[in-house]
Structure formats: C-alpha cells, structure tokens
C-alpha cells in the first residue's frame, strides 16, 4: 500500500516563508512526476509545482521566484520551499506523484492528504 504523507502546513505572516514536506512510503519500485497542488476555499485545485524524476522543474506563473520544488530520490521525499508568501497563497497543498508499486505494475498517481497553509497577519 502506497502512502504519501504531507508536513508543514500552518499560519505564517504575509511576507513570510514555510516548508512542505512529502514523504512516500510503502511498496514502491519507481516513482514518477511529483508535485504540489493546492485548492483555496470554493476554487478548483490547482497545479502549483511539478519535478521529474530527473530534476526538471514546471511552475505556475504565480509562484515563479516565490516556491521551489525539490526532491530526493533516495528517501522518496519532495519538498516545496515557499517564500514571500501572500495571503492568495492561502489553501490546502496536496503532495502528489505518479508511482508505480510493484515491478510489471501499471503507474498510478497518488495523493496525499492535503495540509492546511494560511498567510495572514
């Protein structure tokens, strides 16, 4: 059974920085795309960031030069580093990561469980 699990959400003043954590554990032979996506109250989720499994790096216009996605292959883990945040930063951020579970397994795209970012003063 494949889990992903989020860290790091909470309350930061506008302006200021946080760190998403995502670990993926359980029965995995090979791990994809990952990324991070978010969904503000009464908006559809949205793509914030996305790093192949070779580093390769997609952002949304509006967290270029703000968030930088990171990932370590070896512990199965991606990171989103976020600065200068703005109170429209404001949602829930999923991990996500397209994983394939066993050798011979079809690829499958997993979530986590969301955790709660809110910039506010």
């Known amino acids: 059974q494949v889990q992903l699990v989020e860290s790091g959400g909470g309350l930061v003043q506008p302006g200021g920085s946080l760190t998403l954590s995502c670990a993926a554990s359980?029965?995995?032979?090979?791990?994809?795309?990952m990324g991070w996506y978010r969904q503000a109250p009464g908006k559809q989720r949205e793509l914030v960031t996305t790093?192949?499994?070779?580093?390769?790096?997609n952002a949304a216009d509006s967290v270029k030069g703000r968030f930088t996605i990171s990932r370590d292959n070896a512990k199965n883990t991606v990171t989103l580093q976020m600065s200068s945040l703005k109170p429209e930063d404001t949602a829930v951020y999923y991990c996500s990561a397209f994983i394939v579970p066993n050798y011979g397994r079809a690829i499958s795209n997993y979530w986590g469980q969301g955790t709660q970012v809110t910039v506010s003063s």
């Open positions: 790093i192949t499994s070779n580093g390769a790096t």
């Open positions: 359980g029965t995995i032979f090979s791990i994809g795309a």
